[in-house]
């Protein structure tokens, strides 16, 4: 348990579906971050949040839109996938500003777009 | 653009060997270096952080170095167990801004009993 929880585990969607993935961080971090893990590629980052606020978006496709409504929540919502957006997300959250900024991972969502 | 290289990709090692994972970092200017674990179909566990102006972390079996100004860190297993094959993974952060980590793709492990 690392303080940091998904759901769902597992998602089965077709390209013309509407899904959302949540996660929720119970550790008071202050930044929440998604990431993409695809076989053979590195880990990526997609999204970050400071305080609430968007601070980064490496240039992801509109397809892919988070939210956070809060510091313990972040959402990222799905529409009009494509089979290759197929792939392990993985929220994570850190505290910015402090010494180490370790980052804690949550057990991922396993997404399969059809 | 900070580029992260694991070697070697994968390794296969018997029960009791002790070993040694590579990372290599192509931009010096980093905050601090991470090694995770993650298990198949899992999330990401933290083993050691090691601070930019630190030199090595330990935590029981586990010792990882870092030599910031060749751009390269290791992480030595001591006396490797069935329950240490997993992915490894590492991970630099840059100095300034937030914890946008740059990956490697990760050595997977097998310790065959």
């Known amino acids: 348990e690392t303080g940091v929880t998904q759901t769902p585990r597992h998602l089965v969607m077709g390209m013309t579906n509407k899904k959302s993935l949540k996660c929720e961080q119970h550790?008071?971090?202050?930044?929440m971050y998604w990431y993409k893990q695809s076989a053979k590629k590195p880990l990526e980052l997609m999204f970050v949040?400071?305080?609430?606020?968007?601070?980064e978006n490496n240039s992801v496709p509109s397809r892919f839109s988070p939210e956070c409504p809060n510091s313990s929540h972040l959402f990222l919502h799905l529409h009009t996938l494509q089979p290759e957006d197929s792939a392990l997300y993985l929220c994570?959250?850190?505290?910015?500003?402090?010494?180490?900024?370790?980052?804690?991972f949550g057990e991922g969502s396993w997404l399969t777009v059809v | 653009k900070q580029e992260v290289t694991q070697i070697p990709a994968a390794l296969s090692v018997p029960e009791g060997e002790n070993l040694v994972l590579n990372c290599s970092f192509t931009?010096?200017?980093?905050?601090?270096l991470q090694w995770f674990r993650q298990d198949p179909g899992k999330g990401l566990t933290s083993l050691l952080l090691?601070?930019?102006?630190?030199r090595e972390q330990t935590s029981g079996r586990l010792n990882a170095s870092l030599d910031k100004s060749s751009g390269r860190s290791t992480l030595y297993i001591a006396a490797s167990q069935p329950g240490d094959s997993a992915t490894y993974l590492c991970?630099?952060?840059?100095?300034?801004?937030?914890?946008?980590?740059?990956f490697g793709k990760g050595t997977m492990l097998l310790v065959s009993p």
């Open positions: 949040y400071s305080l609430e606020e968007r601070v």
């Open positions: 994570a959250s850190s505290q910015v500003g402090g010494s180490g900024n370790t980052i804690y």
């Open positions: 991970a630099v952060r840059p100095a300034g801004g937030y914890s946008t980590l740059t």
């Open positions: 931009d010096s200017a980093i905050y601090n």
């Open positions: 550790l008071g971090h202050n930044a």
């Open positions: 090691i601070q930019s102006s630190q």
